[in-house]
């Protein structure tokens, strides 16, 4: 089971870091990732024309990608 949880984290850490670069590429500042309080953990937070932006990503292994805004 250890091994497919590393296999889980990776995956997810991926998805942050394209998520990220995405935002990024679009002009948004990123000011934290993997913040964390307590239980609570918000994947990226963002500022964009002074909008504060909190994105929590999803990713799963397949090709597919949307994005809806």
């Known amino acids: 089971m250890f091994f497919l949880m590393a296999e889980h984290n990776e ?5 942050e870091e394209i998520a990220a670069e995405f935002l990024r590429s679009n002009g948004y500042t990123i000011l934290d990732q993997c913040w964390r309080s307590g239980y609570l953990e918000l994947d990226i937070i963002a500022v ?3 909008i504060l932006v909190i994105e ?3 990713k799963n292994a397949t090709e597919y990608f ?3 805004s």
Request: hydrophobic content about 20%; aromatic content about 8%; glycine content about 14%.
């Open 56 to 58: 929590e990503v999803k």
């Open 66 to 68: 949307s994005w809806s």
């Open 11 to 15: 995956l997810g850490k991926t998805g």
């Open 48 to 50: 964009h024309q002074d």
